[in-house]
């Protein structure tokens, strides 16, 4: 059997290209900083056991917590919980119960509302919050109304009605139907066929002035335009099914009272780009994909599946590229990559501080886990430290998230030659683009990044021994 052709492996480069874009990869982006490289939380691994030839991707899952004066772990425990955005069912099933362990799980999800309870919060400021919730609803409506029969006559046929779409939509739909002031938000549907929000404000009681004023939306049966992550998630989705995998939002049950979104609206994603001189162009590329993309990407797919063990070296081709996610993403505008990572991980961070402190008082060893694409981790663990005084304390679990026998190819050889040179494509990418990291190799990055991590360790236990002496 003739190996596919240049065209063919063309086609599998832009398959790469567009896992990237479709974000499964956990917008994997090189980090500057003093924090571990990215290969501390995600690794490739090679399995010839048994006469086989797995390669495997894995992601961690690593527990932080608060040093005492003793030099003792105390407080609260956090963990930062791996997110591959396609894997496999099993990977879910497992993620899930570790998820399903945790107190709080504050989970990544552009486009929530302002969940978590801030203290001292003045009633402007719940407005504010309640708004905000309220347009998520809005964005929300579309797929939640989608289906021909009566609208939802209550809250809770709302909910159930957002499960069906998808868990995530009903957790978001639950948190947001709560106000700002803590109380149910009303619900009922009129005559005309649409469904009135009502929260009372901050007296509680219908009518009012100024803070005490209603807050009211009013939803119509059509729902409104989609959210633009729709043409995102529908990209995941596509290439989950062409590489025989599944995708995250349809395996993880987000409909549980401990899950919280934290992340930035897309409001705030697109303020924030703007603020940092990124113009529509990239703003669309990131919080959606337009329909002709989209139909791009289907063609693309449809190559995948005529190939030769396409779906086999697709799957080597998305281990490969998480595997070395420096790489991945050396040509990524820094500007876009501190929207990314630097100004969505503060979010989670003043979320943290929200909750910690209420968390030690109602839990004797509360645990919160951060559920995030794995490329934000680097970043994470540098404010654990700096921002909120949390170590890694060596609890670490690893989880496969996608797998490929090149044992099982119909021409092995073949595959391994074109594994090679998808590699070797990749090196001369990071090298033509200096890396985003900076000067030189991912490597060479990631190296200096771990000396500094460990001038730093040996530097802290230094303090701590002059402290007991």
């Not at 063309?10 to 896992?19: K, N, P």
């Not at 048994?50 to 690593?62: F, I, M, P």
């Not at 876009?336 to 990572?341: D, E, G």
């Not at 070797?424 to 890396?435: C, E, R, T, W, Y």
Request: aromatic share 6%.
């Amino acid at each position: 059997m003739r190996f596919p052709t240049l065209t063919a492996r063309r086609t599998i480069h832009r398959f790469a290209a567009a896992a990237v874009l479709a974000g499964v990869l956990g917008t994997a982006v090189a980090q500057d900083g003093d924090g571990r490289g990215l290969d501390e939380f995600v690794r490739v691994v090679e399995n010839n056991a048994q006469g086989g030839e797995r390669v495997s991707l894995q992601v961690a899952s690593v527990e932080y917590r608060r040093r005492d004066a003793d030099g003792e772990f105390v407080g609260p425990r956090v963990w930062l919980v791996g997110a591959v955005h396609i894997g496999t069912a099993a990977y879910y099933r497992e993620i899930q119960r570790e998820l399903d362990t945790a107190d709080l799980v504050l989970y990544e999800g552009v486009g929530r509302p302002e969940f978590i309870a801030m203290p001292q919060q003045t009633d402007a400021q719940r407005r504010e919050r309640t708004e905000a919730a309220f347009a998520t609803l809005q964005s929300l409506a579309p797929a939640v109304l989608a289906a021909a029969g009566p609208l939802p006559e209550s809250s809770e046929v709302f909910i159930a009605r957002a499960a069906e779409v998808q868990s995530i939509v009903a957790n978001q739909a639950r948190h947001a139907l709560i106000d700002a002031w803590g109380r149910p938000v009303r619900y009922r549907t009129t005559d005309e066929g649409t469904i009135r929000l009502t929260s009372l404000g901050a007296d509680g009681e219908l009518g009012g002035e100024g803070a005490a004023a209603d807050i009211v939306l009013e939803i119509e049966a059509a729902g409104g335009a989609q959210s633009q992550a729709n043409g995102l998630r529908d990209l995941q989705g596509l290439m989950a099914s062409t590489l025989g995998l599944v995708f995250q939002l349809d395996h993880i049950d987000y409909n549980r009272q401990s899950f919280l979104a934290s992340d930035m609206s897309e409001a705030q994603l697109e303020e924030a780009m703007r603020a940092r001189g990124l113009g529509g162009q990239e703003i669309t590329g990131l919080v959606g994909l337009d329909s002709q993309m989209v139909g791009a990407l289907r063609m693309l797919a449809g190559l995948i599946r005529m190939v030769p063990d396409g779906q086999l070296i697709g799957r080597l081709v998305l281990v490969d590229t998480l595997g070395s996610g420096d790489a991945a993403m050396a040509q990524l505008d820094e500007r876009l990559a501190k929207v990314i990572i630097d100004d969505r991980n503060g979010v989670v961070i003043d979320d943290l501080r929200r909750v910690l402190g209420a968390l030690r008082e109602v839990a004797d060893d509360p645990t919160v886990s951060v559920f995030y694409g794995v490329g934000h981790f680097p970043d994470f663990e540098t404010r654990f430290d700096q921002d909120l005084g949390l170590e890694p304390t060596g609890e670490v679990r690893w989880h496969t998230a996608i797998s490929a026998d090149i044992s099982q190819a119909s021409n092995p050889g073949a595959v391994r030659t074109m594994r090679q040179q998808f590699r070797a494509s990749m090196d001369q990418a990071m090298q033509a683009g200096g890396g985003a990291a900076g000067p030189g190799s991912a490597r060479e990055a990631m190296r200096e990044r771990m000396l500094r991590e460990a001038r730093r360790r040996i530097e802290r236990r230094n303090r701590q021994q002059n402290k007991q002496r």
